[in-house]
């Protein structure tokens, strides 16, 4: 059972629109009832946009990852526009997941993703061939995936898992156990 005692000054990052704010390529969110009921009784939450955040704007064109030549950083995985595949936004999702892991990422002590996007999703994200036909679904968003690189021991979920009780309750205790490390070694 999760302690619904909410524990001061622990914060996870969170896929902004998780949150209901409408900032997808469409102009909507894709707030989940059940993140804003459970954890915000737990947790306070810092919001993370990663495509506005780069200066895309709302609405924007979709992206889409995309298998191109290999390459050492990303293993040929781009993230490009779905109607310009010439439009590579790669860098500066890069970029930027660097930059404010450096800058906004000292208390956190969690960060829960939006599944599926070509930013955000942690696993299973569509990966398509140059030519648009899908190639697999095998991809991490760029976002979550440098996240994930520069963190390596951060507590991560995608908000679709955290449904599973079980999932949720050993996210929880993760995020509680890295806080308390967190606090330990003097960083929070
Ligand atoms: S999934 Fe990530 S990049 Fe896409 S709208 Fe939500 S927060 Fe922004």
């Known amino acids: 059972m999760l302690n619904d005692m909410k524990q ?7 896929s902004s629109c998780l949150l209901g704010n409408a900032v997808r390529y469409d102009g909507k969110h894709k707030r989940s009832d059940m993140i804003c009921s459970i954890f915000s009784h ?12 780069i200066g895309l704007g709302i609405p924007r064109p979709p992206i889409q990852l995309v298998q191109q030549k290999t ?8 993230v490009v526009e779905v109607q310009n595949r010439k439009q590579d936004y790669t860098v500066q999702l890069t970029q930027y997941a660097k930059k404010t ?13 939006k599944q599926s996007s070509p930013s ?14 899908f190639l697999h679904q095998r991809g991490i968003g760029r976002f979550a995936q440098v996240i994930q690189q520069q ?3 951060l507590p991560v979920e995608e908000a679709e898992r955290l449904i599973d009780v079980k999932v949720r309750e050993h ?10 490390c967190s606090l330990r070694n003097g960083m929070i």
Do not use: H, W
């Open 151 to 153: 963190c390596p021991l």
């Open 42 to 53: 737990l947790f306070d939450f810092q919001p993370f946009c990663p495509e506005v955040a």
């Open 8 to 14: 001061p000054n622990i914060t996870l990052g969170i």
């Open 120 to 133: 955000c999703g942690m696993e299973r994200v569509k990966v398509y061939k140059p030519d648009g036909t």
């Open 71 to 78: 390459d050492e950083e990303t293993q040929g995985i781009r």
């Open 171 to 180: 996210f929880v205790q993760r995020v509680y156990a890295y806080y308390a």
């Open 101 to 113: 892991v450096c800058t906004d990422f000292t208390a956190i002590s969690g960060f829960i993703f």
